[in-house]
C-alpha cells in the first residue's frame, strides 16, 4: 500500500501563485509515477501534471502548461505542484495520486492505484 497526503491548498487571488504537496509513504518503491488530477464541481476529474518517479519526465494538460510545473524530491518521497498565475477556473479539488504501471492511459484517472484526500484550491477573480 502507498499512502499520499496532500497540503498546500488554499484562497488566491487570480494572477497569484500556491505550491502543493504530496507526501508518499509506505511502499514507494512500486510506484512509477505520481500525477496531480484536479476536479471542479459538476466536472470530470482531469489529470494536470504527471511526472515519472525516476525517469522525472513529464507531461501537462494543455490547459497549464508554460504556468505550473511538476517536480519530485525523491529524498523526501514527496511531488510537488507549482501553480503560477492562476485563473478562476484552475479552482477545483486537486488530489495526487499514484501510478504503479507504465502504460498507455497516464492520463485517465481509472490508470492510478492509489489517491490522496484532496486539497482545495480556489482562485478568485
Known amino acids: 500500500q502507498v499512502q499520499l497526503i496532500e497540503s498546500g491548498g488554499g484562497l488566491v487571488q487570480a494572477g497569484g501563485s500556491l505550491r502543493l504537496s504530496c507526501a508518499a509513504s509506505?511502499?514507494?518503491?512500486?510506484?512509477?509515477?505520481m500525477g496531480w488530477f484536479r476536479q471542479a464541481p459538476g466536472k470530470e476529474r482531469e489529470l494536470v501534471a504527471r511526472?515519472?518517479?525516476?525517469?522525472?519526465?513529464?507531461l501537462y494538460a494543455d490547459s497549464v502548461k508554460g504556468r505550473f510545473a511538476i517536480s519530485i524530491d525523491r529524498a523526501k518521497n514527496t511531488v510537488y505542484l507549482q501553480m503560477n498565475s492562476l485563473k478562476p477556473e484552475d479552482t477545483a479539488v486537486y488530489h495526487c495520486a499514484a501510478d504503479r504501471n507504465l502504460g498507455p492511459y497516464a492520463r485517465m484517472a481509472g490508470s492510478y492505484d492509489y489517491w490522496g484526500q484532496g486539497t482545495q484550491v480556489t482562485v478568485s477573480s
Open positions: 509506505g511502499r514507494t518503491f512500486s510506484i512509477y509515477a
Open positions: 511526472i515519472a518517479w525516476s525517469a522525472g519526465s513529464t
